[in-house]
């Protein structure tokens, strides 16, 4: 059967250059069914931000990890994903995006394996480091090829909007798929169960999409990619390492002396190089900036309380994971609650009294949880009002955000900042991880180490850590008074930041 090729010239949304993506659109059902596929497997990474979660009390007592340590299976996944994700976005134009995308989705799936079969801490956070390389590749890869299987201006916005509600429902439904899991079978399935996904995308994605490049790469700037990431992780396990010997032990100095000369290298490449990773001229535009440090900002908020709030129900309460899993639930149906007050209320309203109001409700939500719990406290006296506000602030930022990083942005930077969001919010939920929960660490082992019981210890480090967080989220509501000025977006502009 001969068919017809079309053309379309999208803007990919990680940092790269516009390209022709040459697509089979002879089919209306055929498009579909190539984004079912790589929706499937866009679900399966966002899944695996917070699958794990519920798992991690289990994994540590089973693989005798250290408290510190527990948060490399969280950070090895959220680091080298944020961190590689623009360069490997970059390599996709050159060397074909859906190449790209199979090799990381074989990536993904061999690093799921070997994480569902590890014997060990240091198996484990290796095959989870594993997992964010193969999720850096497809990530970019399968936006960019959902861009370019829809020329049609409808069908293109609709297809997006899909894509976007993606993280919410990932998010949300994650948390309590993995408490399932591991309260029927075993936490080793949370992993597993991504290999028929995988294998699934492997075999119909090469039938459904054809090959796609850009002609207009230039240069791709490996050394930014590379010392990012590494120093952003040489400074994540200096903290971590804090957490679990000392602030001023020799592997926690050198990493961070370590970490601080790779990130200056990074900055002197930006500067240097023709065609940088990320311009450093993109944050001298207010909005964009705010936008960034904001979302930066609030996961580093989110994912302190996430962490330490499932410690606190699975070790202090003694929640079941499915119970665990089951009692983030209404938290994420009021994030996708917030998102659609957003969506209505921005072309009103604009975007910084919703993304100033946002922060302080959350923040508000975690105040509200420090001064409820208890070592025997009930989910529904302590912890369901405050979770509603939490998710419902989040709700009103994330998006308020995303519309203000992408507001007008030039045809230079369209892409690049709609990659910096999605960059921001994996790299705010690694650093919230090491700094927020490496302190709470450090005092739950203090008051052990002082004679004080166990459990009494253990909420003394979430009120650390969420108490921290409210914080974090009122510094992102100055943020956005301070740097985003005045922003009323149009239709046009909120289906834009969807992309984000």
């Given at each position: 059967m001969e068919t017809n090729s079309v053309t379309a010239e999208v803007t990919t949304p990680v940092g790269f250059d516009d390209a022709d993506v040459v697509i089979d659109a002879s089919l209306d059902a055929r498009r579909w069914k190539a984004f079912a596929v790589l929706a499937i497997v866009q679900f399966m990474l966002v899944l695996d931000d917070t699958v794990v979660n519920v798992a991690l009390p289990t994994i540590e007592r089973e693989l005798h990890f250290s408290a510190a340590n527990l948060t490399w299976i969280v950070s090895g996944y959220l680091l080298p994903f944020?961190?590689?994700?623009?360069?490997?976005?970059?390599?996709?134009?050159?060397?074909?995006?859906?190449?790209?995308?199979?090799?990381?989705t074989a990536t993904f799936a061999t690093a799921s394996l070997t994480s569902g079969l590890a014997q060990g801490e240091l198996m484990l956070i290796c095959a989870r480091i594993g997992q964010g390389v193969g999720a850096a590749m497809v990530a970019p890869a399968a936006l960019s090829l959902v861009l370019g299987t829809f020329p049609d201006r409808v069908e293109r916005t609709k297809a997006v909007g899909l894509w976007g509600g993606l993280g919410a429902l990932g998010a949300t439904v994650g948390i309590a798929v993995g408490g399932a899991i591991v309260?029927?079978?075993?936490?080793?399935?949370?992993?597993?169960?991504?290999?028929?996904?995988?294998?699934?995308?492997?075999?119909?994605?090469?039938?459904?999409?054809?090959?796609?490049?850009?002609?207009?790469?230039?240069?791709?700037?490996?050394?930014?990619?590379?010392t990012l990431t590494a120093g952003l992780g040489s400074v994540v396990y200096g903290l971590i390492n804090a957490g679990d010997h000392s602030w001023t032990?020799?592997?926690?100095?050198?990493?961070?002396?370590?970490?601080g000369v790779l990130l200056v290298a990074f900055v002197v490449a930006e500067l240097t190089v023709r065609t940088p990773l990320i311009p450093l001229r993109f944050f001298a535009h207010g909005p964009r900036a705010a936008a960034v440090l904001g979302l930066v900002g609030l996961t580093v908020s989110f994912f302190g309380f996430f962490f330490e709030t499932t410690l606190y129900m699975q070790q202090v309460l003694h929640f079941s994971p499915l119970k665990t899993g089951l009692a983030y639930v209404p938290a994420g149906l009021a994030l996708i609650f917030g998102v659609g007050v957003t969506q209505m209320l921005l072309p009103r309203a604009g975007v910084r009294p919703l993304s100033t109001l946002g922060p302080l409700l959350t923040a508000g939500g975690m105040f509200w949880l420090v001064h409820t719990t208890t070592v025997s406290s009930s989910y529904t006296a302590a912890m369901l009002g405050p979770f509603l506000?939490?998710?419902?602030?989040?709700?009103?930022?994330v998006p308020s955000l995303q519309v203000a990083g992408t507001y007008h942005a030039e045809a230079e930077f369209r892409g690049l900042a709609s990659g910096l969001l999605l960059v921001a919010q994996q790299l705010g939920g690694a650093i919230g991880i090491?700094?927020?929960?490496?302190l709470a660490t450090s005092r739950i082992k203090d008051h052990v180490a002082s004679g004080i019981a166990q459990p009494i210890a253990q909420v003394s480090g979430l009120h650390l850590a969420v108490t921290l967080s409210g914080y974090v989220s009122i510094a992102v509501a100055a943020i956005t008074v301070g740097l985003l000025g005045r922003i009323v977006p149009s239709a046009e502009d909120i289906k834009n930041a969807e992309l984000g």
């Open positions: 944020a961190g590689l994700m623009l360069l490997w976005g970059r390599i996709s134009d050159l060397v074909g995006r859906r190449l790209l995308f199979m090799i990381g309260n029927s079978f075993s936490w080793r399935w949370i992993f597993f169960i991504n290999l028929p996904i995988a294998a699934v995308a492997l075999v119909l994605l090469p039938r459904l999409v054809a090959e796609s490049r850009s002609d207009h790469v230039g240069r791709i700037d490996y050394l930014g990619g590379v032990a020799t592997a926690t100095i050198v990493a961070f002396i370590a970490g506000l939490i998710g419902f602030g989040q709700g009103l930022t090491a700094v927020l929960v490496t």
